[in-house]
Protein backbone atom coordinates (compact mmCIF):
# COMPACT_ATOMS: atom_id res chain seq x y z
CA UNK A 1 0.00 0.00 0.00
CA UNK A 2 2.75 2.68 0.46
CA UNK A 3 4.40 2.12 -2.65
CA UNK A 4 0.50 2.53 -4.23
CA UNK A 5 0.30 6.02 -2.30
CA UNK A 6 3.55 7.02 -3.64
CA UNK A 7 3.44 6.37 -6.80
CA UNK A 8 -0.57 8.34 -6.56
CA UNK A 9 1.69 11.15 -5.33
CA UNK A 10 4.41 10.92 -7.97
CA UNK A 11 1.71 10.74 -10.91
CA UNK A 12 -0.27 14.00 -9.22
CA UNK A 13 3.24 15.40 -9.14
CA UNK A 14 3.50 14.10 -12.56
CA UNK A 15 0.70 15.88 -14.39
CA UNK A 16 1.44 19.33 -13.42
CA UNK A 17 5.20 19.13 -14.51
CA UNK A 18 4.14 19.03 -18.58
CA UNK A 19 1.59 21.68 -17.95
CA UNK A 20 4.18 23.80 -16.72
CA UNK A 21 6.76 23.15 -19.30
CA UNK A 22 3.97 23.68 -22.07
CA UNK A 23 3.03 26.87 -20.45
CA UNK A 24 6.89 28.04 -20.30
CA UNK A 25 7.15 26.79 -23.60
CA UNK A 26 4.57 29.04 -24.94
CA UNK A 27 5.88 32.27 -22.26
CA UNK A 28 8.73 32.25 -24.49
CA UNK A 29 10.37 34.39 -21.20
CA UNK A 30 11.91 33.07 -18.60
CA UNK A 31 10.41 36.23 -15.99
CA UNK A 32 8.36 33.68 -14.59
CA UNK A 33 10.22 30.62 -13.83
CA UNK A 34 12.98 30.18 -11.06
CA UNK A 35 15.66 28.02 -12.28
CA UNK A 36 16.50 27.90 -7.89
CA UNK A 37 13.06 26.10 -7.58
CA UNK A 38 13.43 24.12 -10.86
CA UNK A 39 16.56 22.87 -9.27
CA UNK A 40 15.36 21.71 -6.23
CA UNK A 41 12.66 20.02 -7.63
CA UNK A 42 15.37 17.85 -9.58
CA UNK A 43 17.05 17.39 -6.46
CA UNK A 44 14.16 16.00 -4.27
CA UNK A 45 13.71 13.44 -7.59
CA UNK A 46 17.70 12.86 -7.67
CA UNK A 47 17.65 11.93 -4.18
CA UNK A 48 13.70 9.55 -4.04
CA UNK A 49 15.61 8.10 -7.10
CA UNK A 50 19.12 7.74 -4.69
CA UNK A 51 16.82 6.06 -1.90
CA UNK A 52 14.91 3.64 -3.89
CA UNK A 53 18.67 2.40 -5.45
CA UNK A 54 20.14 2.50 -1.90
CA UNK A 55 17.32 0.62 -0.75
CA UNK A 56 16.84 -1.93 -3.06
CA UNK A 57 13.32 -1.52 -3.70
CA UNK A 58 13.38 -1.01 -7.49
CA UNK A 59 9.86 -1.09 -8.74
CA UNK A 60 7.59 0.50 -10.67
CA UNK A 61 7.98 3.78 -8.68
CA UNK A 62 11.44 3.85 -9.69
CA UNK A 63 10.06 4.28 -13.03
CA UNK A 64 7.53 7.11 -12.19
CA UNK A 65 10.71 9.27 -10.43
CA UNK A 66 12.60 8.87 -13.29
CA UNK A 67 9.79 10.30 -15.65
CA UNK A 68 9.35 13.27 -13.39
CA UNK A 69 13.39 14.46 -13.08
CA UNK A 70 12.87 14.10 -17.38
CA UNK A 71 9.91 16.40 -17.90
CA UNK A 72 11.03 19.00 -14.55
CA UNK A 73 14.70 18.65 -16.15
CA UNK A 74 13.09 19.75 -19.42
CA UNK A 75 11.72 23.21 -17.61
CA UNK A 76 15.68 23.32 -17.22
CA UNK A 77 16.64 23.53 -20.65
CA UNK A 78 13.33 25.69 -21.52
CA UNK A 79 14.26 28.10 -18.89
CA UNK A 80 17.65 28.58 -20.85
CA UNK A 81 15.59 28.95 -24.32
CA UNK A 82 13.61 31.46 -22.51
CA UNK A 83 16.42 33.28 -21.10
CA UNK A 84 18.14 34.00 -24.77
CA UNK A 85 14.51 35.46 -25.86
CA UNK A 86 14.44 37.21 -22.65
CA UNK A 87 17.91 38.82 -23.95
CA UNK A 88 16.81 39.25 -27.68
CA UNK A 89 13.50 41.49 -26.93
CA UNK A 90 16.03 43.80 -24.23
CA UNK A 91 18.36 44.16 -26.94
CA UNK A 92 15.63 45.07 -29.93
CA UNK A 93 13.99 47.39 -27.67
CA UNK A 94 17.61 48.95 -26.71
CA UNK A 95 18.01 49.47 -30.71
CA UNK A 96 14.68 50.60 -30.91
CA UNK A 97 14.82 53.33 -27.81
CA UNK A 98 18.78 53.92 -29.64
CA UNK A 99 16.74 54.81 -32.51
CA UNK A 100 14.29 56.66 -31.36
CA UNK A 101 16.75 59.14 -29.83
CA UNK A 102 18.51 59.31 -33.11
CA UNK A 103 16.16 59.83 -35.36
CA UNK A 104 15.04 64.20 -35.74
CA UNK A 105 11.57 64.82 -34.63
CA UNK A 106 9.67 66.39 -37.72
CA UNK A 107 7.74 69.75 -36.78
CA UNK A 108 4.64 70.69 -37.43
CA UNK A 109 4.23 73.56 -39.21
Known amino acids: MPQILEATMLICF ?4 PMSVYKNIKAKTARS ?3 PFILLIDAGYI ?3 AAKLWSHTINYVLVVYVLNL ?3 STNVVVYFIN ?3 DKAAELAAAAKASEKEN ?3 LSAK
Not at 14 to 17: A, L
Open 33 to 35: MSL
Open 83 to 85: RRY
Open 103 to 105: TPE
Open 47 to 49: AGI
Open 70 to 72: LIV
Open 14 to 17: GFSW
